[in-house]
Structures are given as C-alpha cells and as structure tokens.
C-alpha cells in the first residue's frame, strides 16, 4: 500500500478493503502483537491486543481495566463531600474541572446549581478553562512527542508547569486539588491570583504559537496526521464520542454552548469543528479551544465579581448552613451553627431523593455523573460517564486498515486518559 | 420537539407500556414497564424522534426489592438539544434485556460494563465479555450485597486475594441510616 492510496482513501474500512486485495496473494499468516499495558504510546495502562498482517492492522481488541478502582462503588459508601477527592483522580490532567463537574452534579440534585455566587461561577469557570488548557498541553505534547517532535512537548511542560502553581495557590495542591465543596469552594482565591493568570496568559500566548510554529505547517506532521483515523460524523455520534473527538468531526455540540451552565452564557467564546473528522483535524480543534480558553480566562479575569482581591468580600459559597460549613469563628460562638457544621460532617448535605443527570464539558469530553438518590447525605448510586471509556470504544473500528505505526498517532489524536476510562 | 413531547409521542405510540413521564429538576424520565421491548422502544426513539445520541446506561442495583435491577438510558437529540431518560426493571430471576446494540453501536461498551459490574445479562449482545474486571472473576462488584472491601477470589495469583483491610475503617458511610448505630462507619456484609 503506497502513501498515495493513503490519502486517496479517506475511509478507514474501504482503505482495509483496499489493502486487502492489494495483498490477496502476499497474504500469510496473521501476527496477534499485544501493545501494552505499559507502552509509551498507550499514555497509561491500555493494552490493545492488534492482528496484524504484514504491518497492515486487520483487527484491534482494546482492554481496559488495568486501572480499575471501584470509584462507584467506594461513592455509595460515603457522604456527597467525602467524594470530592476522588474525582481528582478520575482525569487526573484536569483535577479542577472534575471537581467542578461533581460539584456541580449534586447541586442539580439540591436544585441550586444556578444560585451558585456569581464569583463562585466565574472561578469555577477559571479553573475549568485552566484545566483545559492544561489537559490540551499534555495531550499535545505526547502526541507529538510519540510522533517524533520531542521539543513540543518541553515547550508545553513549562506551561503546565505554571498552570499547576496556579492550582496550587488557590487550593493549596498541584495535583490533588479537590478545591470545589457542594455548594462553592472551599476558600477564595488569593489576592493576586488574577495577576498571576494574566502574567501567565500573556507568556502562553507566545508559547503556544511557538508550538504551533512547531507543527501545524510542519511537514512531516501534516503528513502523519492528514486522513489517518478518519471518524465521519455519523460515526462519531453512532459510538457517542464527546469533547474534541465529536467536534473533530464536525459536529457542533460543546456543552458550555448547547446547555451552558456557570456563567458560559455571559462569555463570549467560540466552538471550532473539524471537517474530515481525522487525526489531523482533531490536534487543530484541541489547539483552537486552547486560543478559545485563552479568550474566556481574560474575560474572566476582568469580569470576575468582586475584583481580584474581593475588598466587598463577594461570597464564593452558597450562604446556607444546611449545604456548606459556616465560618469556623461563628462555629465557635453561635448554637445554630455548631449544630450546621456538626450535621454537615458527620452526616453530609442532606440530599432529596430523585435522580439527575449532569453532564459537563471536561477537556477529554462530556464528564458525566448520573446520581440515584433515596434521600439522605450519601448516594444510592452514583454512575459516572467517563467521556475516555467511550471515546477508546472507537478503537476497534479506527484501526483496522491502519498501519502499526499509526496507532500512536491514533491514540495520541484521541487524547484519552486511563484514571478516567477504568474508573 | 421538546423532550416532554417526544416522551408524549413515545407514550402515544407504545400504550400501556410506557409509564407517564416524571419530571425532576428539569429532566424527563419515562419507565418502561417491559423490558423485552427496550430494543424497539429505543429504536423508535432513534428513528422517528431523533434521539441519535445515547449518551450513557447505567444501572442500579434495588437490594431487597422486587423487581432487583434498574437500567437507565440517558439519549439525546442533537439536532433539538433535547434529553430523555428513560428506565426500565428487571427481575432478579431474569437478569437479561435486549441489547441495544443495533441501535446505538455506543451500546457496546456500556452493556458490557453493566454485565461485568452487575450481572445483568443483555441479549443479542454479540461480545459479552468482562470489561473493567479480568476475565474469570467470579463476582460482579457493583451489587449491594458485595461488600467494600471486597471477597477472597478462588483465582490465587492473579491478582490480591484477601479483602481490603478497612473493615470498621473510619470513612466508610452507610446510606440513610436512621439512628447513630445504623450511620456508624461499618463495612456493609448484608450476608451477616
């Protein structure tokens, strides 16, 4: 199969035909070659189990579960906060926005998801887009790096670098960040936190031009990239595939735009789609939402209720002592809210019984959490949508016809994480 | 088409079958009362009211209750922006559905999670397998009645054997217990 048939073919099904009968009377013996659990380009515990025939793939079995934890389970057994912490660790690139996401969840479940403090919104909504663009820059720089462009990802590492201190200032962790409480944050960022965001929006605005100076003309990379893991956008909804992979395919659906929660109504930001749905188009999406956070993250800053350094003390927490901690002073000379603080701790925010559905645009996709409650501090049933689970079930049909030196690139353009997909 | 109205043209077109849709916090919710006929419900619904995305199955596990088992599927319609839920129960006895596998090809992954987690059984399923949990575990460890800290596998050497030692742990929780004893931090073994 030459490299011009490659391009000719755009379909990955008919490029398998296509091989096939280029190689009728070359045909052997198949190879099953396992890749993984622990190979570079599997970006943490995947194991694909490929038949090969030659170097042409003919079937892809994907296995997950290496990393399985039980995180469902282990969400029944305690009270709605003690779980925040946990979904740090689901896509551990973007512990904010996870934090987010199941805060916000079980605030649909109280039904004070949009009573949420205006500066509680726009933080969340700093810590979200931060969190993007910093899953984005990992995602980027591994792919390019099991491409062969080892210097992208130096590049975007000095990013994140600076994107952890961040987290780090407002919530005290760089990884574990668990900055979210039902109902608000835990604590208001510092004073000058927004400076530092500004200072660091201005460096990675010229860092990630740099990058793409790297890449997006380059040669080479255009040429590995370019009609390789073609997902048509019928495809991608048929499979249910979220985030940048659907959007990659041309279909317009972000949930910040089509069910806007926070404060995403009162910020201006555009949605990038892809044409062709391939390999190439989906790192030009993933690009784009960076220069589209960028874009939210200075209104944010500008916009942010109370200033930077809150001088009118704007609350970041839903006033009410039934759903967060009251002031630990008041705890310590008021009856009532000693009462509040030991209700919450040792019995947790006393949730309705009835069950919602809320799904949030996370950087690998739709982070959903599906919560059954019976009432009570703890859930009957908490389900959560990895958007990475369903985005590697794809695999199976992508990478036959390929060749075996695509699929890094496919698993890299697919920007998956294995905390999230095993749960 | 709102999704309170696709809901009304389901009930419309299935009867009896389909329960009156509930709202809750804005989501609409339809229980199907057989759960045989979930494979054409959900093709109905893809076909003729858009609902082109499914966006996740989960299931839940009603111990002590009859019917034990509930499926939910959350879809959406792109196209409208709309979403429904709808359920469906099944009895312990049963422990099978249809797959909607030809619906939804999303279906794949999801059912099989849900046979490996729950042990609920889906027909038609062409590649049933374990899919978190490693082929041959004996256990399906979503269910209420299997303990936190898990069981002693009869597969020694393939991975630990012996349950996690957190019985009486301080952060494990139990759901609407009314008085302090029932909310004490134990390790739920319904067995005992």
Known sequence: MSSVQDIEIR????????????????????MVLNMGPSHPATHGVLRIVLELDGEVITKADPDVGYLHRGDEKIAENMTYTQFIPYTDRLDYLAPLANNVAYALAVEKLLGIHDKLP?????????????????????????????????????????????????????????????????????????????????????????????????????????????????????????????????RGSGVDYDLRKKQPYLCYKDLQFDIPVGSVGDCYDRYLVRMEEMRQSIRILWQCVDKIPGGAANAVGEPVSIPDGKITLPPKAKVLSSMEELI???????????????????????????????????GGGVPYRLKIRAPSFINLSILGELMPGCMISDVPVILGSLDFVMGESDR | MSALESAQQLKAKFGDLVGEPAEFRGE????????????????????????????????????????????????????ANTELRLKTNVSEEKSELPSVL???????????????????????????????????YPYHPLRKDFPLAGKPTDLPNVAFTKPAPLEGGPFVTVAGGGDSIGREPRVRNPEE
């Open chain 1, 340 to 374: 509040h603080q030991f209700m919450l701790v040792t019995e947790g925010v006393n949730c309705p019984p009835g069950e919602v559905y809320f799904g949030h645009e996370n950087p690998k996709g739709e982070l959903g959490f599906y919560i059954n409650s019976r």
């Open chain 1, 11 to 30: 379909d990955t099904a008919a490029r398998a035909a296509q091989a096939a009968d280029d190689l009728q009377d070359m045909q052997g013996e198949r």
């Open chain 2, 102 to 136: 030809p619906v939804w090809r999303s279906a794949n992954w999801h059912e099989r999670e849900i046979y490996d987690m729950m042990g609920i059984r889906f027909s038609g399923h062409p590649d049933l397998r374990r899919i978190l949990m490693w082929e041959g």
């Open chain 2, 28 to 79: 609409i919710c339809l229980t199907l009362a057989a759960a045989d006929k979930i494979q054409e419900v959900a093709a109905f619904a893809k076909n003729t009211l858009g609902f082109d995305f499914l966006v996740d199955i989960s299931s839940v596990d009603n111990y002590g209750e009859d019917p034990r088992w509930t499926v939910v599927y959350h879809l959406r319609n792109l196209a």
């Open chain 1, 118 to 246: 205006p500066r509680c919104q726009y933080i969340r909504v700093m810590c979200c887009e931060l969190a993007r663009i910093s899953a984005h820059l990992l995602g980027l720089g591994a792919f390019a790096m099991d491409t062969g462009a080892v210097t992208v990802f130096l590049l975007t590492f000095t990013e994140r670098e600076k994107i952890y201190n961040l987290a780090e200032a407002a919530s005290g962790a760089r990884l574990t960040t668990s900055y979210t409480r039902i109902g608000g944050l835990f604590r208001d960022i510092p004073p000058t936190w927004c400076d530092q965001v500004r200072q660091f929006l201005k460096e990675f605005e010229v860092s990630l031009a740099e990058a793409e100076t790297l890449l997006t003309r380059n040669r080479i990379w255009v040429d590995r990239l370019r009609d390789l893991g073609v997902i048509s956008s019928e495809m991608a909804i048929d499979y249910g595939l979220s985030g940048p992979n659907l």
